[in-house]
């Protein structure tokens, strides 16, 4: 679905009516079988499956839920998220892994974090062999690119205090999104080229560890999560 599917309908149009029936088909069988548990659960937990109401109050009710898909009331969360920018599907050849790591006070207290993205593009093949609005065909960026804004949004009492690309110091525009606080970098990545932003991120007020939440991608990202003891406390 998220790969063959473009190379057995490269025109356009077939691909759009093959996933409309796909999508049919599925939704009818969800309905009227029941959904695998666990199938449901990972989807959900891996932000893949979320829900929309029109409805003000089963939206209210939908929001306190993982289906919401609701993240910037979620403070005691970090956040990594990827915005595609290539305006093709060239994503799907991209691999994610992130490292946290927690440097933590003697007691349990978060003085800093050491967050590592690194972005892989896999693809290894010819580029003309791929479909034009899978490749993107150059109307964007040069063909077969992959470029994107990579979003950083602390968890409550922290804040970003550096960053890297490759180890020689990145450039990071700072926002604020409906009143948290955002990090914003741009990565571009040709086929087979990799690419790691490190971010330091200090305690500005007492902080707990918090949950780590990922974009979810093609294939599952790589989170590993480390705990260090901190220097002074």
């Known amino acids: 679905m998220l790969a063959d599917a473009y190379l057995a309908f490269p025109d356009p ?78 994503g799907y050849y991209v691999d994610t892994a992130v490292t946290l790591t927690d440097h933590l006070c003697t007691d349990g207290r978060l003085a800093a974090q050491t967050l590592e993205i690194t972005l892989t593009h896999t693809f290894d093949g010819d580029l003309a062999a791929l479909p034009s609005y899978v490749s993107g065909g150059g109307n964007f960026v040069p063909d077969g690119e992959f470029h994107a804004n990579v979003l950083v949004y602390p968890s409550a009492g922290m804040g970003v205090t550096a960053m890297t690309r490759d180890g020689e110091p990145g450039f990071l525009a700072p926002h604020t999104h409906d009143g948290r606080p955002m ?14 932003l490190t971010y330091d991120l200090t305690a500005t007020a007492v902080a707990a560890p918090p949950t780590l939440v990922l974009t979810p991608g093609p294939r599952e990202a790589t989170a590993d999560r480390v705990t260090e003891a901190a220097a002074g406390c």
């Open 13 to 90: 149009g077939d691909s759009d009516a093959f996933f409309a029936r796909a999508s049919s088909a599925l939704f009818e069988t969800l309905l009227e079988e029941g959904p695998s548990a666990d199938g449901i659960d990972r989807a959900i937990e891996g932000g893949r499956l979320m829900l929309y109401s029109d409805r003000p109050a089963e939206q209210e009710l939908l929001a306190t839920t993982p289906l919401g898909g609701t993240f910037l009331s979620r403070t005691d969360a970090l956040g990594v998220f990827l915005n595609d920018g290539s305006g093709s599907k060239i």
């Open 183 to 196: 990090s914003q970098a741009r990565v571009d990545l040709a086929p087979g080229g990799s690419t790691t």
